[in-house]
Nanobody
Framework: VQLQASGGGLVQPGSSLRLSCAASGFISDYYAIGWFRQAPGKEREFVAAISWSGGTFYSADSAKGRFTIARDNAKNTVYLQMNRLKPEDTAVYYC??????????????????WGQGTQVTVSS
């Protein structure tokens, strides 16, 4: 499984960005794709995840109301739409794939495959 994250950039507060995570290789229907972010000096933080098959999704409190996760089956791509961005959203954003067994995986240890990360900087 290979994951390619893209779509980051430098934006002003209040702006929007859409991150993409393109997946290649075999991904089981029992897997989820998650987005994490890591700011300098901080631990990697869960943002949102979506199941590979059924569209079940889950997001962290910090993302609710501003971020939306979705997938495009035809393109094997998962998107993270981020609206009303704030300076505290500045981080490297990673996508990852991991088993979705009973509950949506929400910690880095639950994910097996990782993309390379894309930088998001929110600054005026």
């Amino acid at each position: 499984v290979q994951l390619q994250a893209s779509g980051g950039g430098l934006v002003q507060p209040g702006s929007s960005l859409r991150l993409s995570c393109a997946a290649s290789g075999f991904i089981s229907d029992y897997y989820a794709i998650g987005w994490f972010r890591q700011a300098p000096g901080k631990e990697r933080e869960f943002v949102a995840a979506i199941s590979w098959s059924g569209g079940t999704f889950y997001s962290a409190d910090s993302a609710k109301g501003r971020f939306t996760i979705a997938r495009d089956n035809a393109k094997n791509t998962v998107y993270l739409q981020m609206n009303r961005l704030k300076p505290e959203d500045t981080a490297v954003y990673y996508c990852a794939a991991g088993p979705h067994i009973a509950t949506m995986p929400a910690t880095p240890d639950e994910y097996e495959y990782w993309g390379q990360g894309t930088q998001v900087t929110v600054s005026s």
